[in-house]
């Protein structure tokens, strides 16, 4: 996944458009932990599945690099 990042971030045009790639990134992860939250509720998957952890990591990854731009 990290070197997904850093192969975006070589394509891309400018540090700013960089910078804006991972927070679109952040967000649409942002709103699929939403998502899956509210099918964690309708009892559809379990809190500590797979799928939930996964997107608990990517949303805290891109978090921490659009922080530190």
Known sequence: M???????QNRSRSPKDFKN????????ASETVYWLEIIENLNWINKNSEIMK????????FTSISNKL
């Open 54 to 61: 996964e997107a608990g990591e990517l949303l805290a990854i």
């Open 21 to 28: 790639k991972i927070k679109i990134s952040e967000s649409e």
């Open 2 to 8: 990290l070197e997904q990042i850093i192969e975006k």
